[in-house]
């Protein structure tokens, strides 16, 4: 994932153009200050238009290879309910060339998004 910039409360916050949402059954994101991963099912209805609510993980694990144990539909021997300090992430649906076309703006100073604090 890229870093993209800070929250309105100084929260680093990542960016990352995933599958269509019919396609992904669930996102992994990895913290490495902790190692931690945190998984997260992606709403059914997102809009096109603006961005969903954070959305907390639905549990959070530090077991190595949990990317691949879930993958195989292998039920991994350590998760736990989230931590209030756990990653969050929010949804939006748009095309690859909506996309590559508002980080390039962005990395160009063109397009200035005020983040809200999740």
Not at 52 to 67: D, H, I, R, T
Not at 74 to 100: C, E, G, K, N, W
Request: aromatic share 12%; hydrophobic share 40%; proline share 7%.
């Amino acid at each position: 994932m890229v870093k993209s910039g800070t929250t309105s409360g100084g929260q680093t916050y990542y960016e990352k153009f995933a599958a269509s949402p019919n396609e992904a059954e669930a996102l992994l994101v990895y913290r490495p200050e902790d190692g931690s991963e945190f998984v997260f099912i992606p709403p059914t209805r997102l809009s096109t238009s603006e961005w969903s609510q954070w959305y907390m993980p639905v549990f959070a694990s530090k077991e190595f290879g949990l990317a691949f144990k879930l993958l195989n539909r292998q039920h991994p021997s350590t998760i736990a309910a989230p931590l209030v300090d756990a990653a969050r992430m929010r949804f939006i649906l748009m095309s690859f060339a909506d996309y590559s076309e508002r980080t390039k703006q962005r990395g160009l100073g063109r397009l200035v998004e005020a983040v809200p604090g999740c």
